[in-house]
Nanobody, 117 residues
Framework: QVQLVESGGGLVQPGGSLRLSCAATGSVSRFYSWAWYRQAPGKSREEVARATRVGYITYDDSVKGRFTISMNNDKVFLEMNSLRFEDTAVYLC?????????????WGQGIQVTVST
């Protein structure tokens, strides 16, 4: 049973930084891609950043230049700088196993990020 566990969230002031981590536990095959999503109260879930094992990386326009996604084996990270009030949300990691190993996908349980004074 594979589980994704996020860590690193919390309360930060505007302009501050946080680093989110997501680690896979259990019997893990190689992940092909990772993504971070977020969901704010009353809003739909949106993709923030995505990275693949072959080096393809994308960011939502709202976080370009401020957030950085990185991955290695069974972990993914999201470095968040210059945080804004509107970055407040529950952040979830999403991982997709390499298609050669079945292509299963997994969601983390989510972690709260609050930007406030």
């Amino acid at each position: 049973q594979v589980q994704l566990v996020e860590s690193g969230g919390g309360l930060v002031q505007p302009g501050g930084s946080l680093r989110l981590s997501c680690a896979a536990t259990g019997s893990v095959s190689r992940f092909y891609s990772w993504a971070w999503y977020r969901q704010a109260p009353g809003k739909s879930r949106e993709e923030v950043a995505r990275a693949t094992r072959v080096g393809y990386i994308t960011y939502d326009d709202s976080v370009k230049g401020r957030f950085t996604i990185s991955m290695n084996n069974d972990k993914v990270f999201l470095e968040m700088n210059s945080l804004r009030f509107e970055d407040t949300a529950v952040y979830l990691c999403y991982g997709v196993i390499d298609i050669e190993d079945g292509g299963a996908n997994y969601w983390g349980q989510g972690i709260q990020v609050t930007v406030s004074t």
